[in-house]
């Protein structure tokens, strides 16, 4: 009886947290990488809630970007939330260089490690809120046995590797999927969507509590508009 209660009001919270404002998570993969500070400033100035930061290694997939001296230099001028996406195998060997530069958060790829459960224990034994992923053709079910060990699920909505693709109708409905499982399992974990989120997909982003956006938010004339445009449709 008592679990019942603690259920429905569980259920009745995740209704309320999702009924709130999308918060918005620029991609800066998108941004103008010889200004890249300036560009974080111009996002924090814009509305952004937190940052999303595309680590590929080339390996994982066919694209190289950015690591820790990066992300070190971001953490000194700017207050928001570093979340870290990381596209690369055997993330393992790199959470801890992660952490200690300042990511907020470190999302894995299931399909980069053999362990999954060890890998997102050894992010938050780091103190660094453990986020997990998949691409759009990995079945959504493979992520509900770690949920529990989440801070944060992120569904791609493209191919993971590069900015500006066009998100992928088919892999949407994992949001509600995931959703209904949290819900089933009393997990509160906020869903992030990554993947050609623009004010003509938004509409089918309804059940995610973080969108991330890179080109969308990046090519507009103004960043503030862009993302006021996110939050409140
Ligand atoms: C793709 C990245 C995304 C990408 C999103 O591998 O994970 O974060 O930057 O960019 P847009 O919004 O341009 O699809
Ligand atoms: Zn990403």
Not at 207 to 229: C, P, T
Request: hydrophobic letters at 40%; aromatic letters at 6%; a negative charge.
């Amino acid at each position: 009886m008592l679990k019942d209660v603690t259920d429905r009001i569980k259920c009745f919270m995740n209704t309320m947290f999702h009924s709130n404002k999308k918060l918005v998570a620029p991609s800066i993969l998108s941004a103008d990488f010889s200004r890249l500070g300036e560009e974080v400033k111009a996002m924090e100035q814009a509305g952004a809630d937190r940052l999303h930061i595309d680590v590929m290694d080339g390996h994982f997939v066919p694209n190289l970007t950015i690591g820790v001296p990066v992300i070190k230099s971001l953490k000194k001028i700017t207050k928001l939330p570093l979340d870290v996406h990381l596209m690369v195998n055997e993330p393992e060997s790199m959470i801890s260089s992660f952490a200690s530069v300042g990511a907020d958060s470190i999302t894995v790829h299931l399909e980069s490690t053999k362990d999954t459960g060890k890998v997102l224990e050894q992010i938050r034994y780091t103190n660094v809120q453990a986020g997990l992923t998949l691409k759009p053709e990995t079945p959504v079910e493979k992520l509900f046995p770690f949920l529990h060990q989440l801070d944060l699920v992120l569904i791609m909505t493209v191919e993971p590797g590069f900015g500006g693709q066009s998100l992928l109708p088919e892999a949407v409905a994992k949001i509600s999927q995931v959703r209904k499982e949290l819900d089933r399992q009393s997990l509160t974990v906020p869903i992030h969507v990554d993947g050609g989120v623009n004010d003509e997909t938004l509409p089918l982003l309804s059940s995610a509590d973080v969108l991330v956006s890179g080109h969308f938010i990046f090519k507009h004339q103004s960043y503030k508009e862009a993302i006021s445009i996110l939050k409140t449709q």
